[in-house]
């Protein structure tokens, strides 16, 4: 399946970070670091992981889609737009009522200490289970060498973003033009279901 994608670190990390970016600052065109990834560990990897790479490779490259995908990125993920925003947070999803700040995001917290990451608030950023902190804490995690370290980033994936991520990502397409954010999200729903088949 997709094992070779876990037992090379920075691949791990690298397709994490890019995930992060997407949503903590919108779509940018891939640098080297990413082609490089692709050519020479996703392009390896099963068919929905080819698949959902290309897709966000190919929104990127349409100067159409790109420019939706910019509008997406403000009005559904950053900037609170009636009908639009479609709420980035763990909490939002997994506690009931949902709400912001609630016990979700206070586990969270904790999963970050134990990482050695403290968050600090910034930007629109305004709770500690974004989705794309979450992504880059996942990054982060994937860096280390340390049992310990790949024993709680597989937990965080398999037992936390699993849960809220694809309820997530359904509004999220709902609400969407372009065809980045879906694109971007199989993605990270390939990532998911690789490190839960592992």
Known sequence: MSEKLWMVPESTALSCDLLASGFLYGPCRFDEDAKELWYRYLSRQDSRMRYSWR????????????????????????????????????????????????????????????????WQRFSYVTAPDHVGVEWAFVAELSESSLATVHELRRFFITEHLSQWFPLYLDRLEQSVQSSYYPALGNFGLALIEAEVMR
């Open 55 to 118: 897709a966000v490779a190919d929104a990127l490259d349409d100067p159409e889609q790109h420019e939706l995908a910019l509008q997406d990125f403000h009005q559904s993920v950053e900037v609170p737009v009636p009908g639009r925003y479609v709420p980035p947070y763990a909490s939002c999803y997994l506690d009931k009522p949902a709400t912001l700040w609630g016990a979700s995001t206070h586990n969270v917290l904790e999963w970050y200490a134990q990482g050695g990451l403290e």
